[in-house]
């Protein structure tokens, strides 16, 4: 069973950046395709970026296309986003999730995923 640790959250203003982590346990993570996901009150929770077990592939949700980037570190366990020209709208708690098998066309459901972390918040302010 593999654990996911979120950081790196926090109160930014609009325009800054924040680098989120998430930290996995496990002998498998470097065998499983990771995403990021948030969610805002009163909203679902929503797909924002994945990367593929190989890291040949990433992927982005349509609003942080060009402003956040999805990394990993198969040796060290780790999964990072880094994200730029942040806007209020990009307030939510931030979620590190893991599957198993590829994700590819289901990358955006909630449902693909088979792990969860705890979450971080990530406040924008105006």
């Known amino acids: 069973q593999v654990q996911l640790v979120e950081s790196g959250g926090g109160l930014v203003q609009a325009g800054g950046s924040l680098t989120l982590s998430c930290a996995a346990s496990?002998?498998?993570?470097?065998?499983?395709?990771m995403g990021w996901f948030r969610q805002a009150p009163g909203k679902e929770r929503e797909f924002v970026a994945a990367?593929?077990?190989?890291?040949?592939?990433?992927y982005y949700a349509d609003s942080v296309r060009g402003r956040f980037t999805i990394s990993r570190d198969n040796a060290k366990n780790m999964v990072y986003l880094q994200m730029n020209s942040l806007k209020p709208e990009d307030t939510a708690v931030y979620y590190c999730?893991?599957?198993?098998?590829?994700?590819?066309?289901?990358?955006?459901?909630?449902?693909?995923?088979?792990?969860w972390g705890q979450g971080t918040q990530v406040t924008v302010s105006s």
């Open positions: 999730a893991g599957a198993y098998s590829g994700v590819s066309r289901r990358r955006v459901r909630v449902d693909a995923y088979d792990y």
């Open positions: 496990g002998r498998t993570f470097g065998t499983h395709d």
């Open positions: 990367i593929t077990r190989n890291i040949i592939t990433t």
